[in-house]
């Protein structure tokens, strides 16, 4: 996939000339993951067409963090999701009763800058990255690569994708990375960050790997696991989450996500579709 623009809102007129604005039980706000945004933007757009210009859909960025605490505070019909609910963010929002429907599956990868994995680090150990992000590893040198500093990206503390690769890496969601020299927002952020430097380490939703950014091999028990792999160790589900069962709007949506059009279009992006009960607590 390669997604490198945003569509932050999908407004489609009813025919061409003056558009009157639909009302308002029939626009649905949906925050979050920007990992899940490129899926929920185009399918907002065909949901939208379908509707024959009668429905409103607004899509903002700002990571699963943000999607869960706008639909835990009433900001947001809908969050967009890459990672678990934190047991402390059920808690604080135990009144909005969060629900959690999966839409799909994606894989965090480890990804260097392009000259990095041509020259020579095809593949990294849990510990060699572990060793990267605290700092004790600097050099590229020393894992089989070039003779160059190490530039450690890291990503928000709230984002989806940094829980994944934190807890697989170190086995906390949270663990902090002291050699990061630059912490990016967004996958569409820090993709470039990489793209544009020859020594750059980070991670990044499956779907944003390119010509200029490898995603390279996680070396396990003697075996190196590509992120193309079923064997793969770092997956996760792609959630949209609501306060309580979904009605009206939000549950047509949803469904629709679910449905065969709405899993082509999580296919397409390069994500793999849903394939258990679309709610999970």
């Known amino acids: 996939m390669r997604f490198f623009g945003f569509i932050l809102v999908v407004l489609l007129g009813q025919a061409a000339g003056a558009w009157a604005a639909p009302p308002a039980a029939k626009r649905l706000l949906v925050v979050g993951s920007t990992t899940v945004l490129p899926v929920v933007t185009l399918a907002a757009e065909a949901f939208s067409l379908r509707s024959g210009g009668e429905v409103s859909i607004t899509v903002n960025p700002g990571g699963s963090g943000v999607g869960v605490n706008s639909v835990g505070t009433g900001r947001a019909s809908i969050g967009m999701v890459s990672r678990e609910i934190a047991p ?29 994995y041509k020259a020579g680090v095809k593949a990294l150990s849990r510990e060699e990255i572990q060793a990267i992000y605290l700092g004790t590893i600097r050099n590229w040198k020393d894992v089989g690569g070039p003779d160059r500093e190490i530039l450690v990206v890291d990503k928000e503390r709230h ?6 690769f934190m807890k697989y890496v170190f086995g906390d969601a949270t663990a902090r990375a002291p050699a990061a020299r630059l912490v ?8 470039a960050k990489i793209a544009a430097s020859d020594a750059a380490i980070g991670m990044l939703s499956m779907g944003w790997i390119n010509e200029d950014v490898a995603g390279v091999g996680l070396r396990e028990g003697g075996e190196v696991f590509f992120p193309e792999s079923a064997h793969y160790p770092i997956v996760r589900r792609l959630s949209l989450v609501t306060a309580g069962e979904p ?3 939000a549950r047509e949506f949803i469904d629709f996500l679910l449905g065969p059009e709405g899993q082509r279009i999580v296919k397409k992006l390069g994500y793999q579709p849903a394939v258990r009960a679309p709610e999970v607590r």
């Open 159 to 164: 984002r989806g994708t940094r829980h994944e």
């Open 247 to 249: 009605e009206g709007l």
């Open 88 to 116: 402390e963010e059920g808690r604080r929002f135990a009144k909005a009763r969060l629900k959690v429907h999966v839409i799909g599956h994606d894989r965090v990868a480890c990804v260097v800058s392009s000259a990095v």
């Open 184 to 191: 990016t927002g967004s996958n569409n952020e820090e993709q």
